[in-house]
């Protein structure tokens, strides 16, 4: 079943508005319906799944900041925040930029901000049912049980 059996193509659209008649029309590009791809599709979302890689995501969105920026944003150890901003940067969210002794971190693709509001937009339609779901942890949760 591909995509767009999944989706009606009304919902999905383009920009413009216009009738959607393949994946193709929409000038994506899209992994393949194989095993591999939605595994590769769900290691993308799981990069988002952790608060903090959340924020700092969130905190890139504006304007390029340096690793300070970021510690001093999140309130967590040097250490913790440049292993989230790698982990961000390995998965194509952000660019890292290196300036002497400095690393300078932001989001490239606009796509990464329709994302997270798209992101928000749903969390928001969806607030009493995902606070409700026992079966996803709150990431409080998760870290209790570590």
């Given at each position: 079943m591909s995509i767009v059996q999944l989706y009606p193509l009304k919902r999905i659209g383009n920009l413009r508005g216009d009738l959607v008649t393949s994946t193709s029309d929409l000038g994506l590009a899209f992994l393949p319906e194989t095993d591999s791809g939605v595994e590769m599709v769900a290691k993308f979302f799981r990069a988002?799944?952790?608060?903090?890689?959340?924020?700092?995501?969130?905190?890139?969105?504006?304007?390029?900041?340096?690793?300070?920026?970021?510690?001093?944003?999140?309130?967590?150890?040097?250490?913790?925040?440049?292993?989230?901003?790698?982990?961000?940067?390995?998965?194509?969210?952000?660019?890292?930029r290196r300036e002497g002794r400095y690393a300078h971190y932001k989001v490239v693709d606009p796509r990464v901000a329709d994302l997270v509001m798209l992101a928000r937009s749903l969390a928001a339609d969806n607030a009493a049912a995902l606070a409700a779901c026992v079966r996803i942890p709150a990431a409080s949760e998760q870290r209790e049980v570590q």
């Amino acid at each position: 079943m591909s995509i767009v059996q999944l989706y009606p193509l009304k919902r999905i659209g383009n920009l413009r508005g216009d009738l959607v008649t393949s994946t193709s029309d929409l000038g994506l590009a899209f992994l393949p319906e194989t095993d591999s791809g939605v595994e590769m599709v769900a290691k993308f979302f799981r990069a988002l799944a952790d608060p903090t890689r959340l924020r700092l995501l969130e905190f890139l969105l504006a304007e390029e900041h340096t690793v300070s920026d970021c510690v001093g944003f999140v309130g967590l150890s040097q250490g913790r925040v440049s292993s989230h901003l790698a982990c961000l940067a390995d998965c194509g969210y952000v660019q890292l930029r290196r300036e002497g002794r400095y690393a300078h971190y932001k989001v490239v693709d606009p796509r990464v901000a329709d994302l997270v509001m798209l992101a928000r937009s749903l969390a928001a339609d969806n607030a009493a049912a995902l606070a409700a779901c026992v079966r996803i942890p709150a990431a409080s949760e998760q870290r209790e049980v570590q």
